[in-house]
């Protein structure tokens, strides 16, 4: 039986950046902010469980932006920093390994295309649905900004922390999606038939979570 507090060295941990450069129109130049969420998974744990250790957001500039990626990086030392990589956003990763060189910091960054064919809200369900319902997700009091966009979904006016978490959880190690792709993709297809779709439509989705699962290496 693991430790209820595991240490920081014994957990995977991971971090997902989401800048929000590079997102076009009004209402998203707007309303969008940059988000950095790191989590650890505690793979010793019986079912395993995964520990948000950072969450954060905000609208500032790029250079701040910046500072925050290597700040969090020398704070909590993820084995893979994800940055959101679609569109004009590749740019701006391009210029994270440029400062990084300059800087001489090892910061291990993963350039991650998000499917354009896969619905926002519903990429962020299938990642988190069956980790909460399992009672897998552990939070900080203080992440109040997380739990609230938590709490809203999928209705809430803003998603960056939890868009950012979801991609952060998809980024964990390979055998852990494989071990909850059964519960995710049977959870998902309750809520398809809940809401009263199609078997057809339930099917195409259970593919689309498999492919991505796979995929996520």
């Not at 210029?95 to 295309?113: D, F, G, I, W």
Request: aromatic residues 6%; neutral net charge.
């Amino acid at each position: 039986m693991a430790s209820p507090h595991p240490t920081l060295q014994s957990l995977h941990r991971v971090s997902f950046l989401d800048p929000s450069a590079g997102k076009t129109g009004a209402a998203k130049l707007s309303t969008c902010r940059s988000a950095i969420v790191t989590v650890g998974l505690d793979r010793y744990s019986t079912p395993r469980r995964i520990f948000v250790l950072d969450a954060w957001a905000a609208r500032c500039p790029t250079h701040k932006l910046t500072d925050k990626v290597f700040e969090v990086f020398e704070t909590w030392y993820p084995v893979q920093f994800g940055c959101e990589a679609n569109a004009m956003q590749s740019l701006y990763a391009d210029t994270l390994l440029m400062e990084a060189k300059r800087r001489h910091v090892p910061l291990p960054l993963v350039s991650v295309q998000q499917s354009t064919r896969i619905d926002k809200v519903f990429r962020i369900r299938t990642a988190l649905q069956p980790v909460i319902s399992s009672g897998s997700l552990f939070l900080r009091e203080d992440q109040v900004e997380l739990i609230a966009e938590i709490k809203a979904f999928p209705s809430g006016h803003l998603k960056d922390i939890i868009d950012a978490l979801a991609s952060a959880v998809t980024m964990l190690p390979l055998e852990t999606l494989r071990e909850t792709y059964s519960d995710e993709a049977q959870a998902v297809a309750r809520h398809l038939r809940e809401i009263g779709a199609s078997p057809h439509f339930i099917q195409d989705q259970m593919q689309k979570i498999r492919a991505e699962a796979l995929n996520t290496q």
